[in-house]
């Protein structure tokens, strides 16, 4: 079980990529285009790749809050049939991650519907997400840096990126009033040629037969691209001349927050973590004891470890409420067929064995503990329960038979019985297990969308049924003749002492 590793979900095969990358804040808009066909050219150039969708930006609503620095390109590829001999999603995430490779670029490769679940529940885009909680943003980055350059050396990183909660560009107007008014002008009237002629201003709007659009008129660019052109923006007065802006305002630039994100009420800052060739659990056990050793918190501050480490958290607790409950369920279940206890217990004993065969066999597979693991132990319990029924009940039916025919007077006749029940009647339980596992082999040799999640889920069957199937046929008969012995025992005292009256 040490050698298991643990995921929330095993990687799902969409049949398409997403490629997010993450830039520091204050890129340009030009800059941010140029890397955008940058990266779409060099992803194109792909065999595998049918065509390519970038976008960057972000559209003029409140439900998608992406930044200029965060660049979402989504992958449409060819079927497989087309690709290039032995190549498969990894080694292509692989190979298109060794080819773009740009200064203060941060690579992230994931499947676009997972990516946009996640980004909905946790907002983090990449398996791992560490969330820093606090007062400042200064010091949240600060902290960030710091626990960023510390998680780059954990094994199994493949990149680490934090947010920026300082690095935004902003431009300051600090209008001077009293020059303002020596010209007759107020704030408004200031404000009102920046909002127009830098910003833009709508002034009215064309009708293209039923489509509407809006006129938006400003300087030319190459009056507003640097700071000095901006100081020379004309501003009429009520006398009718022309003053430049920098009379009357101070222009200047300084940083700060590109983005203020909070949650429960504090200030945060994230960090995006993506793996290769490690899963989740051990990942975050592992950068977890890193970070304690080398990072000091100020008071006040915090770490939560997110994404899908959060998704798994989550769903541990529900398993630790789902697998005893249905547990019960079977022993009650057992208990209304057999009405009595001993025999319900007798059977809930196979469980025990079939876990040990479904955990070799995800060993063997190298597949990692996750909720469609838990799933597939879940159904692996009803389905040894029913072996174990099919054992006790030939073995019940062979004790009663003999003993109604009055041939049950010694552990002889116990043995015979045992063996009768057991040994005679292995062609229908064979049946039954080899029924079983003939539905569910098919599924571990299946590949395409979703075959990854049924895998794991048929895998703890498949292992646990062979093991279940086997100790039950051995241990299953021990216990029995251990607890139907008494019983015979006391017959054979009954049918002593019956003989002894008769004789006398």
Same mark, same amino acid.
């Given at each position: ?117 996640? @980004? ?60 303002? $008014? ?201 389905? $040894? ?22 041939? @049950? ?96």
């Amino acid at each position: 079980v040490e050698h298991i590793g643990s995921e929330f979900m095993p990687p799902l095969n969409e049949g398409d990529l997403l490629y997010m990358p993450t830039t520091d804040p204050g890129i340009s808009i030009t800059k941010a285009k140029e890397l955008l066909q940058q990266t779409d050219k060099i992803i194109k150039s792909f065999p595998e790749v049918h065509h390519v969708f970038g976008k960057i930006g972000r559209a003029e609503t409140a439900t998608d809050p992406a930044p200029l620095s965060m660049i979402e390109t989504t992958i449409m590829l060819k079927p497989q049939s087309e690709w290039r001999p032995g190549m498969t999603i990894e080694k292509l995430v692989q190979e298109l991650d060794a080819a773009i490779q740009f200064p203060g670029l941060t690579n992230a490769w994931t499947m676009p519907i997972k990516t946009r679940i996640d @980004m909905l529940s946790t907002g983090i885009k990449t398996p791992v997400g560490i969330k820093l909680m606090g007062p400042d943003l200064q010091v949240l980055s600060d902290l960030g840096q710091r626990i960023a350059a510390v998680v780059q050396n954990v094994p199994g990183t493949l990149s680490v990126f934090p947010d920026k909660t300082v690095g935004g560009n902003y431009l300051d107007y600090t209008i001077k009033r009293e020059e303002a $008014a020596r010209y007759g002008l107020t704030v408004g009237d200031v404000q009102d040629v920046i909002m127009s002629a830098v910003g833009g201003m709508n002034v009215t709007h064309t009708v293209e037969g039923l489509e509407r659009y809006p006129v938006n008129v400003r300087y030319s660019r190459e009056l507003r691209d640097n700071i000095t052109d901006l100081g020379r923006v004309l501003i009429p007065t009520p006398t009718g001349a022309q003053i430049p802006l920098n009379y009357v305002a101070d222009i200047s630039l300084h940083k700060g927050p590109p983005v203020i994100k909070s949650e429960n009420a504090r200030k945060t800052a994230w960090l995006y973590v993506d793996l290769r060739g490690i899963d989740v659990g051990t990942y975050v056990k592992n950068a977890k004891k890193v970070v304690e050793e080398q990072i000091d918190f100020p008071e006040g501050y915090s770490i939560v470890w997110s994404g899908q480490y959060e998704y798994m958290q989550r769903a541990q607790q529900r398993l630790r409420v789902v697998v005893p409950v249905t547990l019960l369920i079977i022993f009650l279940l057992l208990y209304f067929n057999f009405k009595n206890i001993q025999e319900s217990l007798i059977v809930m004993l196979s469980l025990p064995f079939s876990l040990v065969g479904g955990i070799w066999f995800l060993y063997l597979l190298d597949y990692n503990f996750s909720v469609a693991v838990g799933v597939g132990f879940i159904a692996l319990a009803g389905v $040894a329960a029913e072996t174990g029924v099919v054992m006790l009940i030939y073995l019940d039916h062979a004790y009663k038979d003999r003993l109604m025919r009055g041939k @049950m007077r010694s552990m002889k006749d116990l043995y015979e019985a045992i063996i009768e029940g057991a040994v005679e009647r292995v062609r229908p339980k064979m049946m039954t297990v080899t029924a079983i596992m003939a539905g569910l082999l098919p599924i571990l040799w299946g590949h395409g969308t979703g075959s990854q999640v049924m895998k794991r889920i048929a895998a703890p069957m498949v292992g646990g049924m062979i093991t279940s199937t086997i100790l039950t046929l051995i241990v299953i008969p021990a216990i029995y003749e251990l607890w139907k012995g008494r019983e015979v025992k006391r017959l054979m005292k009954e049918f002593e002492e019956n003989s002894r009256e008769q004789e006398e």
